[in-house]
């Protein structure tokens, strides 16, 4: 069954640092998003992504925060001067269409760790 | 503003049946899901509602009444493997497809 995958699984930075979270979506998908989860705390919505543009995004995704897709597989997250309180678990989702019907399928995550 | 409230744990027995109720206050609201999360594991989808009534797929229900802003996830015949949390996701927004997340169940299922 095709999966999200994600890596680094866990990534740690210093204060300052810029980071670079990578997923590879489902191939026929095409809609992507970002979603990160703090320890102990909820799923909080960062960005949705269609056809090479940002289609909706949340009041945490300020200009610290930008989306890419580099090529055909991979979609990315860019968090430049990061924070303590950038330290989350990191999921990647995407979606055969982007109706609000359409699952949204989760990859594995990345362990963000800020110091 | 998006409002989406669960209880924070529920424990429940091998093979006993467990409901956990969600509500919520959404502007825009399209649809709702429920996922499963295994500690320090991805949400897992398990049930998509978007009209009132019940949806059955195995040994989970889930139930949607709009007019009431009320869910459940109804797990049966539980088993040790469904100890995780359960989360209650409502879609909205512009393109309808943002997912807003209640706080999670976390379900301890005993022998």
């Known amino acids: 069954e095709p999966e999200v995958t994600q890596t680094p699984s866990h990534q740690v930075t210093q204060m300052g640092q810029e980071v670079i979270l990578r997923c590879v979506p489902i191939s026929n998908h095409l809609y992507f998003y970002w979603y990160r989860q703090i320890l102990g705390q909820k799923v909080e919505f960062l960005v949705s992504?269609?056809?090479?543009?940002?289609?909706?995004k949340s009041e945490i995704f300020d200009d610290q925060f930008s989306v890419e897709r580099p090529d055909g597989s991979n979609f990315t997250l860019k968090i430049r001067s990061t924070k303590l309180e950038d330290s989350a678990m990191y999921f990647c989702a995407s979606s055969e269409m982007g109706g609000p019907s359409d699952t949204q399928y989760f990859g594995p995550g990345t362990r963000l760790t800020v110091l | 503003g998006q409002n989406i409230d669960q209880p924070t744990e529920m424990t429940a027995t091998e093979g006993a049946i467990v409901q956990i109720n969600c509500t919520y206050q959404?502007?825009?609201?399209?649809?709702l899901f429920w996922y499963q999360q295994h500690a320090g594991e991805a949400p897992t989808f398990l049930s998509y509602n978007v009209l009132d009534g019940l949806e059955e797929k195995g040994r989970f229900s889930s139930f949607l009444s709009r007019s009431k802003g009320y869910s459940y996830l109804l797990l049966k015949e539980l088993q040790m493997k469904d100890s995780a949390s359960y989360l209650c996701?409502?879609?909205?927004?512009?393109?309808?497809?943002?997912?807003?997340f209640g706080g999670g169940t976390r379900v301890l299922v005993k022998p």
């Open positions: 992504f269609y056809n090479n543009e940002i289609s909706e």
């Open positions: 996701a409502v879609t909205s927004g512009a393109a309808g497809n943002k997912l807003t």
């Open positions: 959404t502007s825009g609201f399209n649809g």
